[in-house]
Structure formats: structure tokens, C-alpha cells
């Protein structure tokens, strides 16, 4: 069965930095590109960046370019993202990704997520 | 980097069927065929319903179905059941990142 399981998250200040991390389990991880996908409160779903098996391609949404970081340890089936200078607009819950099939855009398991809450 | 358009709200009674529309642009769903539509229950992590369009991954039911026409995807619902009842977001492709609309909430009457 597959997993996916996020933490990390919490209740931080604006500018601070966070690094979120997603245990993987039941699949073998460094087959499939892994995405993060944010969902603030109440609101609807926003893609905010994914990485292909290999580390080869990174791609980030054009909101949090610049600022976020993710990475992968395939030795670990880990995956991770840095999040730095963090605004009150990044507060949502963060949720780990896995591709369909190698399709780099389609999702078919997703963590529970884990709650990032940016305020003073 | 532009959200996809979804009406917020649908709604339907058990046994009927009913259409959610997602607009997008020339960018993303007119050039590509790679949208795809999650459910998401309360509380609860999306689940993919339709990929490619109008494919269904193993165990999604056929009573939901996806289709295109331009920029405007749409995903049908057919013989809602309450369990029906969720949280519908519409996604694709465009150039190496990927755009989800704003969601429709799907109330079984």
C-alpha cells in the first residue's frame, strides 16, 4: 500500500524558513516524479512545484519561485521542500504528491498533509 | 500561472447527472489533452478521478466521465449518489507546471 506521509509543518513568522519532509512507502520511490500541492484554507488547490525521479528537472509555480526549494533522497524515500522568507499567504496545508504512471502531471496518491501557518 | 475557471457551486439530485465545466486558455487546456478531476471530501486528501481527459484510473466508477471542447473541459457526473457529494477540482498541463481551477462544490440534493 502506498504512503505518504508529510510532516514539518507548524505555526512560524513571517520571514522565517521551514523545511517540510514526506516519508514515501510502497512503491518503489525513485521511479515516479513527486510533487508538492498547498491548500490554504478553505480555498481550493494550488500546484507549487514537482521534481522528476532523478533530480533532473525541478520546476517551481511562478508564486513561490525563488523562495522554495524542493530535493529528494531516493537512498531515504524522502522527499522535502525548503520553504524560506515565508509569507502569511503561504500559511495552507502542504500535501506530498506522487505521479500517475509517469505522467509527471496527473496525482494519484496523496499524504494527509501537514499545516503550515505563517502569522506574527 | 493563471487558475483554471470552475462555477463554485453544482448541484443534482440522486439518480440525475450533472456537468461541471473548467475554462482555461490557449496555454493549457487548448493546446494540451493532459487535464484530469479530483474529489475531494471534507477533511479528506483529492482523489483522481479522470486523467487524459477522459480516462478513469482503476476503481473510479464509469458513472464519472471527462471530455474537451477547446479551452472548456467538463467532467459529468451520471446516476449521482449521495456519496457524490464533494469537492470537484479540474487540473492541467502547461508547460512543465501544472494549473488546478478553483473548484466546484457538488451538492447531492
Known amino acids: 500500500e502506498v504512503q505518504l506521509v508529510e510532516s514539518g509543518g507548524g505555526l512560524v513568522q513571517p520571514g522565517r524558513s521551514l523545511r517540510l519532509s514526506c516519508a514515501a512507502s510502497?512503491?518503489?520511490?525513485?521511479?515516479?516524479?513527486m510533487h508538492w500541492v498547498r491548500q490554504a484554507p478553505g480555498k481550493g488547490l494550488e500546484w507549487v512545484s514537482g521534481i522528476t525521479w532523478n533530480s533532473g528537472n525541478i520546476v517551481y509555480a511562478d508564486s513561490v519561485k525563488g523562495r522554495f526549494t524542493i530535493s529528494r533522497d531516493n537512498a531515504k524515500n524522502s522527499l522535502y521542500l525548503q520553504i524560506n522568507s515565508l509569507r502569511v499567504e503561504d500559511t495552507a496545508l502542504y500535501y506530498c504528491?506522487?505521479?500517475?504512471?509517469?505522467?509527471?502531471?496527473?496525482?494519484?496518491?496523496w499524504g494527509q498533509g501537514t499545516l503550515v501557518t505563517v502569522s506574527s | 500561472q493563471s487558475a483554471l475557471t470552475q462555477p463554485p457551486s453544482a448541484s443534482g439530485s440522486p439518480g440525475q447527472s450533472v456537468t461541471i465545466s473548467c475554462t482555461g486558455t490557449s496555454s493549457d487546456i487548448g493546446t494540451y489533452n493532459h487535464v484530469s478531476w479530483y474529489q475531494q471530501h471534507p477533511g479528506k486528501a483529492p482523489k483522481l478521478l479522470i486523467y487524459e481527459v477522459t480516462k478513469r484510473p482503476p476503481g473510479v466508477p464509469d458513472r464519472f466521465s471527462g471530455s474537451k471542447s477547446g479551452n472548456t473541459a467538463s467532467l459529468t457526473v451520471s446516476g449521482l449518489r449521495t456519496e457524490d457529494d464533494a469537492h470537484y477540482y479540474c487540473s492541467s498541463y502547461a508547460a512543465s507546471s501544472v494549473v488546478f481551477g478553483g473548484g466546484t462544490r457538488l451538492t447531492v440534493l
Open positions: 504528491t506522487k505521479e500517475y504512471s509517469s505522467s509527471w502531471y496527473y496525482f494519484d496518491h
Open positions: 510502497g512503491f518503489t520511490f525513485d521511479d515516479y516524479a
